[in-house]
């Protein structure tokens, strides 16, 4: 007889590319949990009806990736803090008392990766952040909440940045510029957060931004987003390095979100590495 087991799955458009039903089926096997796990593609106007559908079907939680982030915010019936700070949901999960709670595991990802994977400090630290977009507005909490010396976020559109920076002004010390106000001094830490590296591009920084001690992490992962890295190697940095490593421990949050246990990610992230080429 078989046993049924709770179902999670990813929602997006496309999602055919997502490696979420790969790090899942790993960590549900090394942490002996009883989940199936699928990507289920889904479009923009259906998605309401169909979060709605996967739940009353039984369905447990379900991860939420481009384009539904923002439209997971009204889905959901209550937010963590860091869902509402993002004013974006890429995890759900269906309670005891049968409330959907929006949470978004991206920003403690990322700190999880740069802290506990990289050994990255990042307190009174300079950071400057290239990109004005969700991800960035996702990530900026966590990273303001280990209390960096300054956040400088740049942007190709200077307007959004500077809005961004007001916006979180009360949780440290920012500010938003075009990258060409960047200035001359090395940072710590550069996060690449724009989509640029998809489509080859690098933003055009000062190159003194990059010193010998500078860390660079661009936030997309694999072969055909290297732009950036490559970029960074060149100019001398300390350290170039994608973002697989987020996309795992965001990954391991929502898992224990959903399941109560926190799974291991070395193995899964070092598996993944090999398969995409990454760095
Ligand atoms: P988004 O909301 O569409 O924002 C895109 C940002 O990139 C905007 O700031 C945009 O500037 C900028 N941009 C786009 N093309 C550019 C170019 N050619 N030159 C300079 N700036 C450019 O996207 P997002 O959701 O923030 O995602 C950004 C990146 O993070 C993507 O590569 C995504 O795959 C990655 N990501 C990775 C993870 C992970 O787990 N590793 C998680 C989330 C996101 P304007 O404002 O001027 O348009």
């Not at 002996?32 to 709605?52: C, I, K, W």
């Not at 869902?83 to 959907?100: E, F, G, K, M």
């Not at 940095?237 to 990610?265: D, I, N, Y």
């Amino acid at each position: 007889m078989s046993v049924a087991v709770d179902q999670y799955g990813v929602f997006g458009h496309p999602v055919g590319h997502s490696f979420s039903p790969f790090i899942h089926g790993v960590f549900a096997r090394d942490t002996g949990e009883q989940m199936s796990y699928r990507a289920y593609d889904v479009a923009p106007q259906e998605f309401g009806t169909r979060v709605q559908e996967f739940f009353s079907g039984g369905g447990r939680g379900l991860n939420i990736t481009l384009p539904h982030k923002i439209a997971a915010v009204e889905v959901a019936q209550e937010l963590t803090g860091r869902a509402a700070h993002a004013a974006a949901v890429n995890t759900l999960a269906l309670q005891d008392d049968n409330v959907i709670l929006g949470d978004n595991t991206d920003g403690a990802g990322l700190v999880r990766d740069l802290c506990d994977n990289l050994r990255l400090v990042i307190t009174q630290r300079r950071l400057l952040i290239l990109g004005a977009g969700g991800a960035t507005r996702g990530v900026l909490a966590p990273i303001l909440g280990l209390e960096p010396a300054i956040v400088v976020i740049a942007n190709r559109t200077p307007e959004r940045a500077e809005a961004l920076a007001a916006a979180f002004a009360d949780l440290g010390v920012t500010q938003g510029v075009g990258f060409a106000y960047v200035g001359d001094t090395p940072f710590d830490l550069i996060i690449n957060a724009t989509s640029a590296s998809l489509s080859g591009d690098i933003p055009p920084i000062p190159a003194g931004a990059v010193g010998p001690e500078t860390v660079c992490y661009d936030l997309a992962y694999g072969r055909s987003a290297m732009a950036f890295v490559r970029w960074a190697q060149q100019s001398g940095c300390a350290l170039a390095v994608q973002g697989l490593g987020m996309l795992v421990e965001q990954a391991a949050e929502s898992f224990r979100l959903w399941r109560g246990v926190r799974p291991e990610t070395a193995e899964v992230l070092a598996a993944l590495k090999r398969r995409i080429g990454s760095v």
